[in-house]
């Protein structure tokens, strides 16, 4: 370290004195904007968790995609919470302010920034990565089957498949294997709700 | 002596780094008001009395990492043990005197010179 960076870093510890406060201020600021992103961020997953999209889907696929959405919403909030701390530092405790303890300090605070925006920019991509991959399993998932399945014994079988109408003379479903299925009420033994057709004795 | 010679107000102002000093007529305290570290003895250079604070601050931006944050530990370095300024850093003459042929602007009042401490 040469002598003329020493006086530097001496000065420019004498200016800080005087720059604490708008400092301070400064970087209340900027955790306000990083907080009302973030807010946002909530928002977005509130409409998600709103929409019942999801009830469509099989459990397997309903559970994976709620944990690939959570996690990926834990991803996002904690890339930004990084980001922000590497764009406007967090509370520090004081130094003794000299030219050679700012000069330690600015080099701990690089490092620690570095680190911080490269973990943000990890948990950020991450995180978009398992939404696409929520929305992606929702997509497949949904278009495999149609709702209201029903599994429908009557004298002569069982039959499952998605109830299309039923009135007081016959029951309509539509099935994969032998289109649609119209059974006179007179013959129906039961019909009760089925999560899925794939299991069919 | 050196520190018994009288303050040559005529020295011209020069930033002259001495290098490493004898640190016996340094002393260092925490100023009385609490507001930081004060370092006073006798300038190398023009032998006046200078007298440095070393305040405490919050500097820059900054602080814990997150992850320190999480885990509750308080971050090493500077703050981690009582701080020495008076053989960590570099000191200034602040004399005081407005040398001649000295800055307008300077952040230290005195005759230029820098030194450290030999330990
Ligand atoms: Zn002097
Ligand atoms: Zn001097």
Same mark, same amino acid.
């Given at each position: 370290?040469?002598?003329?960076?020493?006086?530097?870093?001496?000065?420019?510890?004498?200016?800080?004195?005087?720059?604490?406060?708008?400092?301070?201020?400064?970087?209340?600021?900027?955790?306000?904007?990083?907080?009302?992103?973030?807010?946002?961020?909530?928002?977005?997953?509130?409409?998600?968790?709103?929409?019942?999209?999801?009830?469509? #889907?099989?459990?397997?696929?309903?559970?994976?995609?709620?944990? #690939?959405? %959570?996690?990926?919403?834990?991803?996002?909030?904690?890339?930004?919470?990084?980001?922000?701390?590497?764009?406007?530092?967090?509370? *520090?405790?004081?130094?003794?302010?000299?030219?050679?303890? %700012?000069?330690?300090?600015? *080099?701990?605070?690089?490092?620690?920034?570095?680190?911080?925006?490269?973990?943000?920019?990890?948990?950020?991509?991450?995180?978009?990565?398992?939404?696409?991959?929520?929305?992606?399993?929702?997509?497949?998932?949904?278009?495999?089957?149609?709702?209201? %399945?029903?599994?429908?014994?009557?004298?002569?079988?069982?039959?499952?498949?998605? %109830?299309?109408?039923?009135?007081?003379?016959?029951?309509?479903?539509?099935?994969?294997?032998?289109?649609?299925?119209?059974?006179?009420?007179?013959?129906?033994?039961?019909?009760?709700?089925?999560?899925?057709?794939?299991?069919?004795? | 002596?050196?520190?018994?010679?009288?303050?040559?107000?005529?020295?011209?102002?020069? *930033?002259?780094?001495?290098?490493?000093?004898?640190?016996?007529?340094?002393?260092?305290?925490?100023?009385?008001?609490?507001?930081?570290?004060?370092?006073?003895?006798?300038?190398?250079?023009?032998?006046?009395?200078?007298?440095?604070?070393?305040?405490?601050?919050?500097?820059?931006?900054? =602080?814990?990492?997150?992850?320190?944050?999480?885990?509750?530990?308080?971050?090493?370095?500077?703050?981690?043990?009582?701080?020495?300024?008076?053989?960590?850093?570099?000191?200034?003459?602040?004399? =005081?005197?407005?040398?001649?042929?000295?800055?307008?602007?300077?952040?230290?009042?005195?005759?230029?010179?820098?030194?450290?401490?030999?330990?």
């Amino acid at each position: 370290m040469t002598a003329h960076a020493d006086r530097r870093w001496a000065e420019l510890a004498r200016e800080l004195e005087f720059t604490t406060l708008p400092e301070l201020r400064r970087q209340a600021e900027g955790w306000r904007t990083g907080l009302t992103g973030l807010t946002a961020l909530l928002a977005v997953l509130v409409l998600l968790k709103g929409r019942d999209d999801l009830t469509a #889907l099989p459990d397997w696929a309903r559970n994976t995609a709620t944990g #690939l959405v %959570l996690s990926s919403f834990v991803l996002l909030l904690i890339g930004t919470l990084l980001a922000v701390r590497a764009a406007h530092g967090t509370r *520090e405790e004081e130094i003794l302010l000299g030219g050679q303890a %700012l000069r330690r300090w600015t *080099e701990r605070e690089v490092y620690r920034v570095r680190r911080a925006l490269v973990l943000a920019t990890r948990c950020c991509v991450l995180g978009v990565v398992l939404v696409v991959g929520a929305v992606v399993l929702a997509w497949v998932t949904t278009g495999s089957g149609p709702s209201h %399945l029903v599994k429908l014994r009557t004298g002569t079988g069982v039959v499952c498949g998605e %109830l299309v109408g039923a009135d007081r003379r016959e029951v309509t479903v539509r099935t994969e294997a032998d289109g649609v299925v119209v059974a006179r009420q007179a013959t129906v033994v039961s019909m009760r709700p089925a999560r899925s057709c794939a299991a069919m004795p | 002596m050196t520190h018994s010679r009288p303050h040559d107000h005529s020295l011209a102002y020069a *930033e002259d780094d001495l290098g490493e000093v004898d640190p016996v007529p340094f002393t260092q305290r925490a100023a009385p008001d609490g507001t930081g570290v004060l370092v006073s003895g006798t300038c190398p250079r023009c032998h006046g009395r200078t007298r440095t604070l070393f305040p405490w601050a919050i500097p820059g931006t900054g =602080g814990k990492g997150l992850l320190d944050l999480v885990r509750g530990r308080r971050p090493t370095g500077a703050s981690a043990t009582e701080p020495d300024p008076l053989s960590e850093e570099v000191h200034f003459c602040e004399c =005081g005197h407005a040398h001649p042929q000295g800055p307008p602007d300077t952040r230290y009042r005195g005759c230029g010179a820098s030194w450290r401490m030999s330990r």
